[in-house]
């Protein structure tokens, strides 16, 4: 594993009134690496990637991409610096197409006048490329690539999201829950997914509550526990009841943070 | 299409991991594919207007110029008649594709009538009452439509105020302010036609033997024209609809729809004073009093065109499909002679068909 990290947060605070949602929160991403943010609701670990992906600003801490500080005041701004995360809710639009959805708020003009003058949108091009990624990733089972989402399964809809993400972000991948609404064959679907991404060397933050799920992909697992990380483990060290034990507070880690 | 894509198809399968999803491999592989081939007719049919939105009034429209056609025979079925349909609807068309826009939106804008003859009454009043150059005077009635249009957007996307309720008080707001400017007076069609010909520019026409078509028609079929491809072929278009589908995941990747939605109520405004200028060229003068069923005309022509009042979905042909649907009605039953009443009850019986319609043909999606 590369030694500098791709994506770290410093003392990240979050107050909401009086309650106070991240208590100096660190973060840190590997190039490549699976990192699996887990913790009980309430924890503070939804607040603590949306700070990083734009959709919350955090009242202190830093947050640097590549060594770079970076002030995200919103999810697009995130999104050009290369973070995509893919939502719970997907944020697809469904009666849109594939293609549309996947170049929504990026579209690609026609070359030439007609692009220029006439603002029209290259869907051959659009269409392509959409194609590819979803055949990249093994989602080809999709015919048309001019279907509605709404006619998509579940399982075919985060296969979408995780496609857009994986074709835009070039630097970090978040993934909120990707396997919470999927049945058992459709979750194996999207960890294949995820799988593949990171063979790609992009690198993947992925929340989850399924633990068997974070100790199959994961390469480190982060541990979140009132508004703070609590440590990290390496899975292969640790088994899911001690993770558990970590996270609910039934168990201190030692203080050796492993990987 | 095939049916042979499987689970492993992916790029490099792993190998299921967990206990419970070791019997995966030896499950059911076509989980992800699609099973089209196997439709009855009617099931074919259901996608087919799924896919193709305008298609039902499209088909109804034919079908009524038929049904029509068969009765009256050569006197409906004259080029004359149908060219009349067509100046009937033409208002109608225009502030339709105004309302076109909003609905897509999953808005509604009852303000379309009142910006309508307001802006034709700025027009008429800045030429006569200030001695404006009615070129100057036509600028000035678009940018106050534009204006109310952009007041309704910033209440829609800034203040979050239901577009019903914000339309609703600017219906009332900018129909007192017509009057209350205008004094209740209409200016005369002969003085507009001896001093300022320009604000009658939609009543000319140009004829082919029986046929007459008025400007007016031919800003209705190129406006239409236009916004169908700005819709379709443009990312502001494809916006419109992701921000009328949903929202919140418009916003989430990367659509500013708060923007969207000023630019399209304030197009919309636009689009009704052009729709109040060429309310001067139908009527000849200007009256505070004219379009006064403009807003439901348009709800009636959208609805009746199979767009969906949940917005994102329908298109703007649709609409303007509804609106000659209306308009074939109206004439003729007024050629056969009924009670016009007859019209506005089958009027309301192809409101409730069309959203029924709507509901059913949605069905492929569930």
């Known amino acids: 594993m590369a030694l500098e990290p791709i994506l770290t947060a410093r003392g990240l605070v979050k107050r909401y009134g009086r309650v106070t949602a991240l208590d100096q929160a660190d973060f840190d991403l590997y190039p490549g690496e699976i990192l699996a943010v887990i913790g009980d609701n309430g924890a503070g670990k939804s607040s603590m990637i949306k700070a990083i992906s734009g959709a919350i600003t955090p009242d202190e801490g830093e947050i640097r991409l590549e060594g770079q500080p970076v002030h995200f005041r919103s999810p697009i701004e995130a999104r050009s610096a290369g973070i995509e995360t893919v939502y719970q809710n997907l944020a697809l639009s469904p009666a849109l197409s594939i293609a549309d959805n996947m170049f929504l708020g990026r579209e690609i003009r026609k070359p030439g006048v007609m692009g220029q003058w006439f603002r029209k949108l290259d869907r051959t091009a659009m269409e392509k490329f959409a194609r590819d990624k979803l055949s990249e990733l093994g989602l080809m089972t999709i015919q048309n690539i001019n279907q509605a989402v709404e006619t998509l399964s579940g399982g075919q809809r985060q296969g979408v999201a995780v496609a857009r993400a994986a074709a835009f972000g070039s630097k970090v991948i978040i993934l909120d829950e990707p396997t919470a609404a999927l049945g058992v064959k459709e979750s194996r679907r999207v960890l294949e997914l995820i799988l593949d991404v990171r063979r790609r060397g992009i690198p993947i933050v992925l929340i989850s509550h399924n633990m068997p799920h974070v100790f199959e992909v994961a390469d480190r697992i982060h541990i979140h526990r009132l508004g703070r990380r609590l440590t990290v483990i390496n899975p292969k060290d640790y088994t899911m009841s001690d993770a558990v034990a970590f996270m609910t507070g039934a168990k201190l880690p030692a203080e050796a943070v492993a990987a | ?366």
């Open chain 2, 1 to 366: 299409m095939s049916e042979t894509s499987t689970v492993s198809q992916g790029a490099q399968p792993s190998q299921p991991s967990q206990e419970f999803e070791k019997v995966l491999s030896g499950s059911a592989t076509q989980v992800a594919s699609f099973d089209t081939h196997d439709k009855t007719p009617v099931q074919k049919f259901q996608h087919f207007l799924h896919g193709s939105p305008s298609a039902v009034p499209l088909i109804v429209l034919v079908l009524s110029v038929a049904v029509f056609g068969i009765i009256l025979g050569g006197k409906f079925f004259s080029a004359f008649t149908m060219t009349l349909i067509l100046q009937q609807v033409a208002i109608v068309g225009i502030v339709g594709a105004a309302q076109t826009l909003v609905i897509l939106t999953a808005g509604i804008d009852l303000s379309v009538g009142a910006i309508m003859v307001l802006s034709s009454v700025v027009m008429g009043q800045f030429t006569f009452r200030y001695g404006l150059p009615p070129s100057l005077a036509v600028l000035c009635g678009l940018a106050c439509g534009a204006f109310c249009g952009y007041i309704n957007g910033l209440l829609v996307a800034r203040m979050k105020l239901p577009p019903f309720i914000v339309t609703l008080g600017m219906w009332q707001i900018i129909l007192a302010s017509n009057f209350l400017y205008s004094a209740n007076e209409t200016i005369r069609s002969q003085d507009i036609s001896a001093q300022a010909p320009l604000l009658q520019f939609f009543g000319n026409n140009i004829r082919f033997g029986g046929a007459v078509f008025t400007y007016g028609v031919i800003a209705m079929v190129l406006l239409v024209a236009l916004l169908w491809y700005v819709l379709n072929h443009t990312a502001w278009g494809r916006h419109v609809y992701a921000v009328g589908d949903d929202p919140d995941a418009a916003e989430l990747a990367g659509v500013n729809v708060k923007r969207m939605l000023v630019s399209v109520y304030t197009l919309s405004g636009l689009i009704c004073a052009l729709a109040g200028w060429a309310l001067i060229g139908r009527i000849g003068s200007v009256s505070p009093t004219a379009g006064q069923f403009a807003n439901i005309e348009s709800i009636t022509a959208v609805v009746i065109g199979g767009l969906s009042l949940f917005g994102g979905r329908g298109s703007i042909l649709g609409m303007i499909f509804g609106a000659l649907i209306v308009g074939v009605f109206s004439l003729g039953l007024r050629l056969i002679g009924t009670d016009p009443q007859w019209t506005y009850l089958l009027i309301g019986v192809l409101i409730i068909s069309a959203v029924a319609i709507d509901q059913w043909i949605r069905k492929v999606a569930g």
